[in-house]
């Protein structure tokens, strides 16, 4: 889990559309919108004020003798490459062993995790990926776009993220683990991303949990920790832009919310933020701007369409419903969840022909396709790149009439 924090537009203030709900981060969409934004080399070291890593004691990768003695035990032994994925998989998860348990509260290292036995998804992923590493595997991060859902968190909305672990057996074959409650992902937006990217996301992740106490000092070291680290991480850029509005730091908060978008073009969190500070200090017209920025990226996103149609389904309103999902289902084919989606409407409107050759269409993606999955169904999955489907590849074919 990856954490970035959002302020919502209340009371009689504009809002975006039908409002937080359907504020969505694309995969691949960039949002259109000119800022203008120059970076400033005197706020930027009012941010980043810092020559060194303020922590350089705590390595989220390293290991206890206790957990190198289990790995040595149970998976030194074993020949195959695979063999040792899946001997990982069963000590890290099996009740006969770890047993490891999600918790979205807090983010650990290697060795917390493992004492406590407990973590969010980059926690157990700090765990596996110096384990596996341990072993002799080839073990990297990676970061997959969700569906976004916003929680509530000591009067801070926030939006978790997620976090695997892959690698590679050979050119063609790679593993990919999983640790995750039910989750739905944006499938096919997997990105491999460093250690540095990795420990940048840690120091994120206790930000925002500082920030959920209300323990600002604390949140703005470690945001300012990451960002010395990974200078272009937009999640933190976010963040500590969040932090410096609650603490009245308005220029820098301006500034934080622009290097966010700057980092990453696609990062609608940001826009709604900046949206959001330009119509609270009476900025209008600019705040228009950035709304109707956002509201033409959401008209570009399917997965803005498919909450749309999800929402509408649960008010039994399936004209809109049906219109929504078929608008997401053309701008993305490869996400059994639209198919899924639709398929309940034809079946509330009677017609289970069609209900059911979606039903089949959403199958086939998730047998036919390794890199499509549910993880909280597949917390282990070998890939052959040869089976990859890409999004509009031939082979699935849906007619709107």
């Known amino acids: 889990m990856l954490v970035e924090v959002f302020n919502k537009l209340v009371g009689g203030q504009h809002k ?14 960039s949002i259109d919108l000119e800022t203008g934004f120059a970076r400033n080399e005197d706020l930027h070291s009012q941010v980043i004020d810092q020559t060194t890593d303020l922590f350089p004691e705590i390595n989220p990768l390293a290991l206890s003798d206790e957990i190198m003695q289990l790995v040595d035990e149970h998976v030194g032994p074993i020949y195959s490459e695979e ?20 918790t979205d509260s807090q983010t650990h290292t290697a060795i917390e995790a493992f004492a406590q036995q407990e973590g969010n998804c980059l926690s157990a992923m700090n765990l596996y990926v110096a384990m596996a590493r341990y072993a002799g595997l080839d073990a990297n991060f990676q970061t997959v776009e969700v569906q976004p859902a916003w929680d509530r968190r000591g009067g801070l909305l926030v939006l978790s993220k997620h976090i695997n672990a892959t690698g590679r057996f050979s050119v063609q074959r790679r593993y ?36 959920v106490e209300s323990d600002y000092a604390q949140a703005m070291v470690y945001f300012k920790n990451a960002l010395f680290i990974e200078p ?9 832009g969040a932090a ?18 700057n980092s990453d073009k696609t990062n609608a969190t940001a826009v709604n933020n900046l949206a959001k500070f330009y119509r609270t200090i009476g900025n209008l ?53 639209f198919y899924l989606g639709l398929a309940q409407v034809y079946e509330r409107q009677g017609f289970d022909t069609q209900a059911n050759a979606l039903k089949v269409a959403a199958q086939n993606l998730l047998t036919g396709n390794t890199g499509i999955y549910r993880p909280s169904d597949q917390k282990l999955r070998i890939i052959d790149s040869a089976e990859i489907l890409r999004n509009g590849a031939p082979g699935i074919t849906i007619r709107f009439d």
């Open 83 to 102: 063999g040792k994925v899946e001997k990982l998989q069963e000590l890290l998860y099996d009740e006969d062993y770890l047993n490891l348990q999600y």
């Open 232 to 240: 272009e991480l937009s999640i933190a850029w976010n963040n500590i």
């Open 176 to 211: 990919v683990v999983d640790f995750t409650p039910e989750i739905a992902l944006q499938q096919l937006t997997s990105s491999v991303v460093s250690d540095q990217y990795a420990r940048g996301l840690y120091f994120n992740n206790l930000g925002v949990e500082a920030m």
């Open 16 to 29: 975006l559309v039908l409002g937080v709900a359907l504020l969505f981060l694309g995969a691949c969409n």
């Open 244 to 261: 410096y509005n609650r603490l009245g730091e308005k220029e820098l908060a301006e500034y934080s919310y622009q290097m966010a978008f």
């Open 285 to 337: 017209q600019l705040a228009g701007e950035y709304e109707i920025a956002i509201e033409r990226f959401n008209n570009r996103n399917p997965y803005f369409h498919y909450a749309r149609g999800q929402a509408a389904l649960d008010e039994n309103d399936l004209d809109t419903a049906r219109v929504s999902f078929r608008r997401a289902l053309r701008l993305k084919q490869a996400e059994p969840d």
